[in-house]
């Protein structure tokens, strides 16, 4: 018995590949609002001696760099372009963001000839990640069925217009 359509159903599968970076992208972003959303609250609420609010206003929702078009990965962090000056000098929380999510431990600073004791870790991501996580999953879970099957459907008659 022979198989017929298997190469105009190999075909369609590939063009719908190519043509899901963009709601795939779109959906992602649309999911992970929540998540930004409580990042930039946990930040403001954080016990910091200083707080210029550049930390806050850096968040923002971004590919991840060298990942596929067909497999885009999305996360919450600090946009590396933000820098702000502020009465305590330059501030690029891309910098320091990690140091406040996860802490320091002891370390030598030479440039003031002591050693510092170490900050405890006071974590704004990691928090906002578990507190949504199932809504980011549901609202991505929501938005993607309807777009890729109105791709496919413009596929569809892209086809049989041929």
């Given at each position: 018995m022979a198989v017929r359509g298997s190469r105009e159903a190999s075909a369609a599968m590939?063009?719908?590949?190519?043509?899901?970076?963009?709601?795939?992208?779109?959906?992602?972003?649309?999911?992970?609002?929540?998540?930004?959303r409580a990042a930039k609250a946990n930040v403001r609420a954080l016990p910091l001696k200083e707080s210029t609010g550049t930390?806050?206003?850096?968040?923002?929702?971004?590919?991840?760099?060298?990942?596929s078009k067909v497999n885009p990965t999305f996360q919450v962090g600090p946009n590396a372009a933000v820098q702000r000056?502020?009465?305590y000098g330059s501030r690029r929380p891309v910098r320091y963001a990690h140091l406040i999510e996860f802490g320091?431990?002891?370390?030598?600073?030479?440039?003031?000839?002591?050693?510092?004791?170490?900050?405890?870790?006071?974590?704004?991501?990691?928090?906002?990640?578990?507190?949504?996580?199932e809504d980011v999953v549901k609202r991505?879970?929501?938005?993607?069925?309807?777009?890729m099957e109105k791709r496919a459907a413009k596929l569809a008659k892209k086809a049989g217009k041929t």
């Open positions: 590939r063009e719908l590949s190519r043509q899901i970076a963009v709601p795939l992208g779109a959906t992602s972003r649309f999911a992970l609002q929540p998540t930004l930390l806050a206003a850096s968040l923002v929702i971004k590919q991840k760099p060298r990942t000056a502020t009465q320091t431990a002891p370390h030598y600073q030479p440039e003031r000839g002591a050693v510092h004791p170490g900050t405890r870790p006071m974590p704004f991501l990691t928090p906002a990640y578990f507190a949504t996580r991505f879970g929501q938005k993607i069925g309807p777009e």
